[in-house]
């Protein structure tokens, strides 16, 4: 079955630095893959999301690439802020809903 | 997207007893998800309710256990039976978004059985 990992667990940043956290994933029949923010004791929330025929989207400040090859996927944060603080969580979507894998979450601190 | 409301949002319960969780969505829709989030965990799919048909349940989930009703498109329910403290967690629904693959999650329930 379809494996993530994701990694740093967790990430501390100055406001204003770059946070890039990173999921592999085990399954080639992996076709979509969305970032979820999850806020203290609020459900999560899509924040951005690539298909596998895309290398890169962007929107603002946030940025995914994903390299199909080497089965890996990032999420880039540029000009942390401190509301951007929460967990990140991974996921890898294999045909529609067919199958569906988390990692295990990434918390991100910005200090001010 | 699709509002999810979700209820209770939180409960302290007895162990032993069940809780029922309710999912309504303003909007139809055909798959509806239970996710389990133990504390400072990922989460982890319980079933898929589809209506009209049984849930389809993950391995490490029973129906015993966690019984499942989607009676029609907009709503589901799910009772965590017999409660023991491992069952402490905050449970989700969710729905197929309406435009795209994904989920649009309801706000969870927090669950602490003592």
């Known amino acids: 079955g379809e494996n993530v990992e994701q990694h740093p667990s967790t990430l501390s940043v100055q406001e204003g630095d770059s946070a890039v956290i990173k999921c592999t994933y085990s399954?080639?029949?992996?076709?979509?893959f969305p970032w979820y923010k999850q806020e203290l004791g609020k459900r999560p929330q899509l924040i951005i999301d690539?298909?596998?025929?895309?290398g890169e989207k962007k929107d603002q400040r946030i940025a995914v690439t994903l390299n199909k090859t080497a089965k890996h996927f990032s999420l880039h944060i540029t000009e942390t802020q401190p509301e951007d603080s929460a967990v990140y969580f991974c996921a890898a979507f294999r045909g529609g809903y067919q199958k569906v894998t988390f990692g295990i979450g990434t918390k991100l601190q910005v200090i001010p | 997207s699709a509002v999810i409301s979700q209820k209770p949002s939180r409960d302290i319960c007895q162990r032993g007893t069940s809780l029922t969780i309710q999912c309504q969505v303003d909007s139809q829709v055909t798959m509806m998800f239970w996710y389990r989030q133990q504390p400072g965990q990922s989460l982890t799919l319980i079933a898929t309710a589809n209506q009209g048909s049984e849930a389809t349940y993950e391995s490490g989930f029973v129906i015993d256990k966690f019984p499942i009703s989607r009676p029609n498109l907009t709503f589901s329910t799910l009772t965590v039976s017999n409660m023991s403290p491992e069952d402490s967690s905050i449970y989700l629904c969710?729905?197929?978004?309406?435009?795209?693959?994904?989920?649009?999650f309801g706000s969870g329930t927090r669950l602490t059985v003592v």
């Open positions: 690539i298909r596998s025929n895309v």
């Open positions: 399954d080639s029949a992996s076709n979509y």
């Open positions: 969710s729905v197929e978004r309406d435009t795209s693959y994904g989920y649009t």
